[in-house]
């Protein structure tokens, strides 16, 4: 069983900068595609970013190209998201998610395991 939790959420000041991590306390998580999705208040949850599980593929949302980095190192069954010039529409739950399908997607249906998320505030 995949058991994902997030940490490194917080409240930070606009344009500066965060690092998301995912880990898996159950179970290797290098067999699976990861990804990252948020939830802002009173809106429907979003694809954020993904990557394969070599690492060599990966996805973004065109509202954090050139901001955010999705890695992993598998080593240490862990993901990351590295989050610069945040801004205050970034403000949202952030969501780390696992797929066993084998390509990169930003479909949420798309993936089966879910951590309970971490808060990350920007304040304008």
């Known amino acids: 069983q995949v058991q994902l939790v997030e940490s490194g959420g917080g409240l930070v000041q606009a344009g500066g900068s965060l690092r998301l991590s995912c880990s898996d306390s159950g179970r290797t998580i290098s067999n699976y595609v990861m990804a990252w999705f948020r939830q802002a208040p009173g809106k429907e949850r979003e694809s954020v970013a993904a990557?394969?599980?070599?690492?060599?593929?990966?996805y973004y949302a065109d509202s954090v190209k050139g901001r955010f980095t999705i890695s992993r190192d598998n080593a240490k069954n862990t993901v990351y998201l590295q989050m610069n010039s945040l801004k205050a529409e970034d403000t949202a739950v952030y969501y780390c998610a696992a797929s066993g399908l084998g390509f990169v997607s930003r479909e949420e249906t798309m993936y089966r395991y879910w951590g309970q998320g971490t808060q990350v505030t920007v304040s304008s």
């Open positions: 990557i394969s599980w070599s690492g060599s593929s990966t």
